[in-house]
C-alpha cells in the first residue's frame, strides 16, 4: 500500500477483555515499531520487529502486552485483560532499514488506534 | 538513557510570521540522530525534518529549519513564514544509530502545540 495502515482505527473495551490491533507496514519494510501514546504525551517504544524476529521488546509495560509479526510483514499487538492504564493511542511504524546506518532509517507512522478501556 | 525535554507545551504565532519551538535533549553518546515530527489532528505523524548530529550544518527542508548546538545538546525547530497548515502537536525525537539488529527506536520529547492564527 502507499502507507502504514492501522486496524481498527477505534476500539473501545470493557476492563478484562482482550484486544488485537493489527498494523501492515508499506510493503518491503524490513523494520517495525509499535509505540503507546497517551493522551497529551509524546510517544514511547513498545517494541520492535526485523523481518519476523522481535529484537526488541523492552517497552512493553507488563506481561498482558504482546506482539507479533509471523510472516515478516503484518503485526499484531493483543492486550490481554485490559486496564484502564492501558488506554491510548498505538502506534505502529514501518522502515526500510534492518539494523543498517544509512539514508533510509526514516520511520513512516500509521494514523494509530485509539484504545479506550471502560 | 536518552530524554528529550520540550519545556514549551503550547505556543501561538500569527499567519505569515516566525516561531521557534526548543528541544534539549540528554545523552552520553557521541553519534546520533535528532528529528522533529508534525501530528496534526487527524494523527498521523510526518517527518519535517532530520539532523545528523556528525553534521555541523544546520538542516533545513523548505520554511523550516534547525539550530542544532550538540555541545548544548539543543535542537530549536524554526518555521517562516507560518501557515494555517502548520498547526499541529510538534514532536522532538532522538535516535540511537541502528546498528546490527537494533532498528532504532525513537525517544520522544512531550510535544509542543502550535496553534497558526490568521
Known amino acids: 500500500g502507499a502507507g502504514v495502515s492501522q486496524s481498527p482505527r477505534y476500539k473501545v473495551a470493557k476492563r478484562g477483555q482482550d484486544v488485537a490491533l493489527r498494523c501492515d507496514p508499506i510493503?518491503?519494510?524490513?523494520?517495525l515499531f509499535w509505540y503507546q501514546q497517551a493522551l497529551g504525551q509524546g510517544p514511547e517504544f513498545l517494541t520492535y520487529?526485523?523481518?519476523?524476529?522481535?529484537?526488541?521488546k523492552s517497552g512493553l509495560p507488563s506481561d498482558r502486552f504482546f506482539a507479533e509479526r509471523p510472516e515478516g510483514s503484518v503485526s499484531t499487538l493483543k492486550i490481554q485483560r485490559t486496564q484502564q492504564e492501558d488506554s491510548a493511542v498505538y502506534l505502529c511504524?514501518?522502515?526500510?532499514?534492518?539494523?543498517?546506518?544509512?539514508?533510509?532509517?526514516?520511520?513512516?507512522f500509521g494514523p494509530g488506534t485509539r484504545l479506550t478501556v471502560l | 538513557a536518552q530524554t528529550v525535554t520540550q519545556s514549551q507545551p503550547e505556543m501561538s504565532v500569527q499567519e505569515a510570521e516566525t516561531v521557534t519551538l526548543s528541544c534539549t535533549y540528554d545523552?552520553?553518546?557521541?553519534?546520533?540522530?535528532l528529528f522533529w515530527y508534525k501530528q496534526p489532528p487527524s494523527r498521523q505523524m510526518i517527518l519535517v525534518i532530520r539532523?545528523?548530529?556528525?553534521?555541523?550544518q544546520n538542516a533545513t527542508e523548505n520554511r523550516f529549519s534547525v539550530n542544532f548546538q550538540k555541545a548544548a545538546k539543543s535542537f530549536s525547530l524554526k518555521i517562516s513564514d507560518s501557515q494555517l497548515g502548520d498547526t499541529a502537536m510538534y514532536f522532538c525525537?532522538?535516535?540511537?544509530?541502528?546498528?546490527?539488529?537494533?532498528?532504532?527506536?525513537?525517544?520522544f520529547g512531550q510535544g509542543t502545540e502550535l496553534s497558526v492564527k490568521p
Open positions: 525525537a532522538f535516535m540511537k544509530p541502528p546498528i546490527l539488529n537494533q532498528g532504532g527506536k525513537l525517544i
Open positions: 511504524a514501518s522502515s526500510l532499514s534492518g539494523g543498517m546506518q544509512g539514508p533510509y532509517n526514516e520511520q513512516f
Open positions: 539532523q545528523e548530529a556528525y553534521k555541523q
Open positions: 545523552t552520553s553518546e557521541n553519534n546520533y540522530y
Open positions: 510493503s518491503g519494510h524490513v523494520s
Open positions: 520487529f526485523q523481518n519476523e524476529a522481535q529484537l526488541d
